[in-house]
Each structure stands twice: as C-alpha cells, then as structure tokens.
T-cell receptor, first 115, second 111 residues
Framework: GAVVSQHPSRVICKSGTSVKIECRSL??????MFWYRQFPKQSLMLMAT?????????EQGVEKDKFLINHASLTLSTLTVTSAHPEDSSFYIC???????????FGNGTRLTVT | GQNIDQPTEMTATEGAIVQINCTYQ??????LFWYQQHAGEAPTFLSY????GLEEKGRFSSFLSRSKGYSYLLLKELQMKDSASYLC????????????FGTGTLLAVQP
C-alpha cells in the first residue's frame, strides 16, 4: 500500500529558530501534498496545499512567510516553520494522494515543541 | 465557508453498536471520508462514500445522504481498542481535491 514518511517525529527547538519537516511518498508519486496542524484535543486544520513545481496554496489565516512550503519533487514536500514561537507548538501532519484517487495517505506526524 | 459538524464526545459499552453522525456544508463535494485517530498518532483511513447509501466493511459501516449533507459511521461489536477519535472529512475543490476535517468525535468504549 501507499506509504507516506514524515521526519522528524518529534522536535524541540528554541524560540526564534527555524524547523524543517519533511514529508516523503515512499512508493508512489504525489503531485499534491497537504499539510495539517492539530492542537491538543482538536481536529486537523488544513494549512496549505503543496503542489509539485509551483507555489503552495495557503488556507485563510495561515502566514505563508512563516510556514514555508517547498515541493521540489514528486516524492518530497517540506514545511519550514520560521522564527518559531511557543504558540507554534503543535502536531504537524502531512498527507499525499496517489494520483487523483482517494483516500489520502497520512504521514505519522511531527510533534513540535517550541521552548 | 466550509462547515463540518460532529458530536464532541460519545460513550458506548463493549459489544454494543454506536452511530457517529456528521453533517456538512461545503462548496462542492467530491466524497466523504471517515478516519480513526488514536491520541498522538496520525489518522488511519476507515471508509469513503461518494454516492448515497451504505458502505459496509467488516464491523464498520458508513452511510451518506448528499441531499441532506449527512453521513454516519456505524461501529458494531465494539471493542475496547475502538476507543479513539473518529474524524469525518469532506473532499472538495475540483482538481485540488482538498480534504477538510470535522471537529472529531472522541469515543470512549467502556467495559
């Protein structure tokens, strides 16, 4: 089955630093990947749609200069949280779709803690 | 705007049947999904409905009524391991096919 790998699984960083999260589709090509954020006891909130070879599309209220998304190849998308602050601490999850067919396959998520 | 509603919490007894409802209002519709999520883990796919009716998969069934903007997930023969959050999600957006999640329902299965 389709597998999405996300790295790192956990990261702790100091306030003001930047953190990069990688999302890879291991056995399929994903022209589109999605980045979600989930706060404790809340549902997944879509942050942006990552398109291979073009700019990401951000959801309303998500700062594109703070959450930099790069989709350099058909198997890799990265999310960089720039100048992280404690309020950015959250569970970040990526997902990818194989072709145009559902369902979305999710990575295992990254637990970001900003101190 | 997009709106997907589910009950926040539900409690059921081991061996019983539970129905988790979901109502939605979205600009466009390309299918409805149910995911299961245990605390601290990524969601896992349970079911997908794009046409009206009932889809059955083992102990889990999902129903969709597009005209009513309504779906439910039915879990039979509940087991303790079924205690988790159940997320209703709607796919919309033409070629982009974004997946938007509801608030999630935290199900507690009691002995």
């Amino acid at each position: 089955g389709a597998v999405v790998s996300q790295h790192p699984s956990r990261v702790i960083c100091k306030s003001g630093t930047s953190v990069k999260i990688e999302c890879r589709s291991l056995d399929f090509q994903a022209t589109t990947m999605f980045w979600y954020r989930q706060f404790p006891k809340q549902s997944l909130m879509l942050m942006a749609t990552s398109n291979e070879g073009s700019k990401a599309t951000y959801e309303q209220g998500v700062e594109k200069d703070k959450f930099l998304i790069n989709h350099a190849s058909l198997t890799l998308s990265t999310l960089t949280v720039t100048s992280a602050h404690p309020e950015d601490s959250s569970f970040y999850i990526c997902s990818a779709r194989q072709g145009a067919s559902p369902p979305l396959h999710f990575g295992n998520g990254t637990r970001l803690t900003v101190t | 705007g997009q709106n997907i509603d589910q009950p926040t919490e539900m409690t059921a007894t081991e061996g019983a049947i539970v129905q988790i409802n979901c109502t939605y209002q979205t600009s466009g519709f390309n299918g409805l999904f149910w995911y299961q999520q245990h605390a601290g883990e990524a969601p896992t796919f349970l079911s997908y409905n794009v046409l009206d009716g009932l889809e059955e998969k083992g102990r889990f069934s999902s129903f969709l009524s597009r005209s009513k903007g309504y779906s439910y997930l039915l879990l039979k023969e509940l087991q303790m391991k079924d205690s988790a959050s159940y997320l209703c999600a709607v796919m919309y957006g033409g070629a982009t096919n974004k997946l938007i999640f509801g608030t999630g329902t935290l199900l507690a299965v009691q002995p």
